[in-house]
């Protein structure tokens, strides 16, 4: 949740103005009502089936606007980024964790004694990475990243 709070160059609240809006780094929006001296916006993180590969969140207040935007003596917006790390470890209080299936099924019912089965591995959706696969013979096949399956001989 990103606030916005309005005060002088005492720290006093600032609150006989119509309503404004912040726009920050990243296009959301935080509104301050009118006379009021606060508003708060909340963005969702990016999830991702990764642990501990997910990058910060960055924002910073980018412009203002609104009918008294222009009525302030000195409006000065502070431009400092905040960051906000993003945990997403699983087995944490209210994260699972990300479901990642792997299944295997045959791509024929039957096939004689001298024909080699075919099978094809699929993974439940796209990933951004390869996925290497192990077999219970121990061969191993990969499923590139941004596809779903992968055949094996």
Do not use: C, M, R
Request: aromatic share 6%.
């Amino acid at each position: 949740t990103y606030t916005i709070t309005l005060t002088n160059k005492d720290g006093l609240p600032i609150n006989n103005h119509s309503e404004l809006y912040f726009k920050l780094t990243d296009g959301t929006t935080v509104v301050v009502a009118a006379n009021s001296t606060t508003g708060s916006a909340t963005v969702i993180a990016p999830d991702n089936v990764y642990v501990g590969a997910n990058p910060p969140v960055v924002n910073a207040i980018d412009a203002v606007s609104g009918a008294d935007a222009w009525k302030f003596e000195n409006l000065n917006l502070d431009k400092t980024e905040v960051s906000t790390q993003v945990t997403d470890e699983p087995g944490t209080p209210g994260n699972e964790g990300d479901l990642v299936k792997v299944t295997i099924t045959a791509d024929q019912t039957s096939v004689a004694e001298n024909v080699k089965p075919t099978f094809t591995v699929h993974v439940n959706q796209p990933l951004d990475h390869d996925l290497v696969v192990t077999l219970s013979n121990n061969a191993q096949v990969t499923i590139k990243a941004g596809d779903t399956s992968v055949k094996y001989e």
